[in-house]
């Protein structure tokens, strides 16, 4: 049984930075690309960043380019979001992914993802 288990939101102020953490248990992390997508109240899930299985390649949301910094740690079995120059907009749950088929490309629908996190709250304030 995998689990993913998201931690690090939180309550900051419009111009402020987190980081995000997601980590995996089960020992095949390390084979999974992995994502993370954010939901607003009344909006659909979107993607922000993906990051294939050694980090070869990442992606990022428009939106959001420029202040985000997807990165992976197989050891630790965990992924990172750095989020910087937060706006009230990133207001959002953001929710952790991982895809165990394609690993070596980016996947950018949520149905391509198998596995979830329960997601951690990210409030920004203006």
């Known amino acids: 049984q995998v689990q993913l288990v998201e931690s690090g939101g939180g309550l900051v102020q419009a111009g402020d930075s987190l980081r995000l953490s997601c980590t995996c248990s089960?020992?095949?992390?390390?084979?999974?690309?992995m994502a993370w997508f954010r939901q607003a109240p009344g909006k659909e899930r979107e993607l922000v960043a993906a990051?294939?299985?050694?980090?070869?390649?990442?992606y990022y949301a428009d939106s959001m380019k420029g202040r985000l910094t997807i990165s992976r740690d197989n050891a630790k079995n965990t992924v990172y979001l750095q989020m910087n120059s937060l706006k009230p907009e990133d207001t959002a749950v953001y929710y952790c992914?991982?895809?165990?088929?394609?690993?070596?490309?980016?996947?950018?629908?949520?149905?391509?993802?198998?596995?979830w996190g329960q997601g951690t709250r990210v409030t920004v304030s203006s």
């Open positions: 089960g020992r095949t992390f390390s084979s999974y690309a």
């Open positions: 990051i294939t299985w050694n980090g070869g390649r990442t």
């Open positions: 992914a991982a895809n165990r088929w394609s690993s070596t490309t980016i996947q950018y629908r949520r149905e391509e993802y198998d596995y």
